[in-house]
């Protein structure tokens, strides 16, 4: 199917040409505009395959519209439509795919739609045929071609602006959020200097190392375009989702194994913190999951004699952290979780389970006390069996990611 975006001011010409292309199989109009700023920003949000743009229009020339979609829309091949034979050499001099005089003919219609389709296996073919681009984040930050060194960025500040485009690629900012994030505090239109700096500089980076624009490329918007790279974190988090799915052995230790190191560690980006907790957290998990299935297979307690709801994980730690009837602000398996990593920072806290948890407190001053005390009203509640299920369990948790 090959969807395409008609821009054309004269309204007849218009629907005359969408009833010729719906008339042909596997073509699809998206949307037909006699107003080129309504269509620009239709091409932007749709990303056709291309466009069939009328060249002399009062509001915006089609040239200056043509350019415009180009830098918005880069795989999005450009159609003219012109009533006078001159506007053909300007249409080969902006790359476009090809003209059509008015009025249209079906035969010449459909000899251009032939070379829109031809154009569009050949560029299917070449990302097909490009190399796959690593792009790792856990553990630091690095861009490669497998078996090379990563690519060298010629400043700090624009390897920054590529990760930060990579962390919001699903959601992309706008140049102003951007803004304020990597440059706050600096005269906007200072900032607004050093971003289309760093941009050029991602791009020169990119292209010295043999990265093609048909892999990676930034639009008008910063958005990122790409094809064929992988993700570390993609794997990771997919590997999560599987773990967490089948609760096996094998599917906890193919997750850890994915897990290299925490999201862009040491690279001291503050915008990244949220997510390299949230990664964190769900590492910590399957570690904490893996050591409770490896304990339960060993039969270290009698499950019979133990609390009916014994599952060793966030459920269950919220629900005797809730026994104190204190509302909390985050669940009981944040709490667990940060005990866990307190824990492999100072094993010389492992003495007590109560001062463990009292020490989990600490981390929260806003609701230090309430953590305290239902920490430790929990354990009151809680039977020697399960007391030596958890201990046990932050024994093994330390030592299984001391491991990692």
């Known amino acids: ?78 159609v003219f439509i012109t009533a006078y034979n001159r506007y053909a050499v300007k249409a080969f001099e902006l790359n476009a795919l090809d003209y059509l005089l008015k009025p249209v003919s079906q035969e010449r219609l459909e000899t251009m739609l032939d070379r829109l389709k ?49 962390h919001n690629n699903d959601e992309p900012l706008s140049r102003e959020q951007i803004i304020y994030t990597l440059w706050p505090g600096i005269d906007p239109l200072i900032a607004d200097e050093h971003l289309d700096d760093c941009i050029y500089s991602i791009r020169k980076s990119l292209l010295d190392y043999g990265i093609s624009t048909e892999q990676v490329s930034i639009d008008e918007d910063c958005k990122l375009i790409l094809n064929n790279v992988k993700f570390d974190t993609d794997s990771f988090n997919e590997s999560f989702r599987r773990a967490r799915e089948h609760r096996s052995a094998e599917h906890y230790d ?44 060993e039969q270290a ?43 492999t920072e100072n094993p010389q806290l492992i003495i007590k389970m109560e001062d463990l948890y009292e020490k989990v407190g600490e981390l929260y001053r806003e609701n230090a006390k309430n953590v305290s005390r239902a920490i430790r009203y929990s354990l009151t509640h809680l039977n020697t069996t399960n007391k030596e299920f958890l201990s046990r369990a932050v024994y093994e948790v330390q030592f299984e990611l001391n491991k990692q």
């Open 1 to 78: 199917m090959i969807n395409i975006v008609l821009i054309d001011d004269e309204r007849p010409a218009l629907r005359e040409l969408e009833y010729m292309l719906k008339s042909i199989n596997d073509i699809q109009v998206l949307g037909s505009f006699v107003n080129p700023i309504q269509g620009i920003e239709s091409v932007s949000e749709l990303k056709p395959d291309a466009v069939f743009l009328d060249i002399s229009m009062p509001q915006l020339s089609g040239v200056d519209a043509a350019s415009i979609i180009s830098d918005r829309s880069p795989e999005t091949k450009i």
């Open 118 to 166: 031809e154009s569009m296996i050949n560029r299917r073919e070449a990302v097909v045929a490009l190399p796959t681009l690593y792009i790792s984040r856990l553990g630091g930050f690095n861009v490669f071609f497998e078996g090379q060194s990563p690519v060298e960025w010629y400043s700090t500040k624009a390897e920054e602006l590529f990760a930060f485009l990579l």
């Open 254 to 297: 193919e997750c850890l194994s994915h897990y290299t190191g925490k999201y862009l560690e040491d690279c001291g980006w503050l915008w990244a913190e949220e997510y390299r907790e949230v990664l964190d957290r769900q590492y910590i998990s399957i570690v904490f999951n893996l050591v409770k299935l490896r304990i339960m297979s």
């Open 301 to 343: 307690f009698n499950t019979e004699e133990s609390d009916s709801g014994m599952q060793l994980d966030e459920e269950l730690i919220y629900q005797y952290l809730n026994r104190a009837n204190i509302k909390l602000s985050n669940k009981g398996f944040q709490y667990c979780a940060s005990a866990i990593k307190l824990a």
